[in-house]
C-alpha cells in the first residue's frame, strides 16, 4: 500500500504542485468497508464535508488530532486512495453540545441533529477503541474539511437515496 500511496499523492502533486511534498496521512472513514465507501461516496458528491471522532479514541490510539490546513488521504473500503481533503476548521465539543450545523455537514441520513446523535451513538458504543466507549458529555473532534481531489461536482441538491448512509457512522 505504501508504493501505491506514494504514486497516489505524486500523481496529485504532479497536478497540483502547491501540495505538501511529504504523503500525508491515509484513512477511510467508518469502522467497516461498507461505511467506508458510503460515506467517501457522500464527499466525492459534495453532500459530506464534515466528520467526528472520539477525543477519547485519539487519546487511546495515540493518533494525532486533525488540525486546520492539513491533508489527507482517505480511502474506499478496500484501501484504495480515492479522495484529498483538506481539514479546515477542528472544534473539540461535548457530545451533547454538538450542534445541528455539524450534524448537516456530515451528510448523513436526513441530516438532523437527531439523526446525527443516534447513529453516532451507536457507532461509539460499538467500536469505540478506548474503553469509556460512549458518555453524553464526552469529547467530540468535529471536523470540517473541503475536497481537494477529484475535483469537486457542481453543488447539487441530492435526491433522498443519495443521503442515506449507513446506520452506524463515523
Same mark, same amino acid.
Given at each position: 500500500?505504501?508504493?501505491?500511496? @506514494? ?5 496529485r502533486? @504532479? ?10 496521512e ?7 468497508p461498507?461505511?467506508? @465507501? ?21 487519546e ?20 484504495v ?7 479546515t ?20 441520513? @436526513? ?8 447513529v ?33 461536482a ?17
Amino acid at each position: 500500500m505504501t508504493a501505491s500511496l @506514494d504514486d497516489f499523492w505524486n500523481e496529485r502533486r @504532479d497536478e497540483a504542485s502547491e501540495l505538501p511534498a511529504e504523503v500525508p496521512e491515509a484513512w477511510s472513514f467508518g469502522a467497516t468497508p461498507e461505511q467506508a @465507501d458510503e460515506l467517501l461516496g457522500l464527499v466525492l458528491r459534495g453532500v459530506k464535508d464534515g466528520t467526528a471522532s472520539s477525543l477519547w479514541d485519539y487519546e487511546a490510539t495515540g493518533d494525532p488530532l486533525p488540525a486546520t490546513g492539513e491533508c489527507s488521504i482517505v480511502t474506499d473500503g478496500a484501501g484504495v486512495p480515492r479522495a484529498v481533503i483538506e481539514t479546515t476548521d477542528v472544534r473539540i465539543v461535548p457530545f451533547d453540545a454538538v450542534g445541528a450545523e455539524h450534524a448537516r455537514a456530515e451528510g448523513e441520513g @436526513d441530516r438532523t441533529l437527531e439523526h446525527w446523535r443516534t447513529v453516532h451513538e451507536a457507532y461509539w458504543r460499538a467500536h469505540s477503541e478506548n474503553p469509556r466507549g460512549f458518555e453524553p458529555d464526552m469529547p467530540v473532534v468535529c471536523e470540517r474539511f473541503r475536497l481537494i481531489w477529484p475535483t469537486p461536482a457542481p453543488t447539487q441538491t441530492p435526491t433522498p437515496a443519495q443521503t442515506q448512509p449507513p446506520t452506524v457512522s463515523a
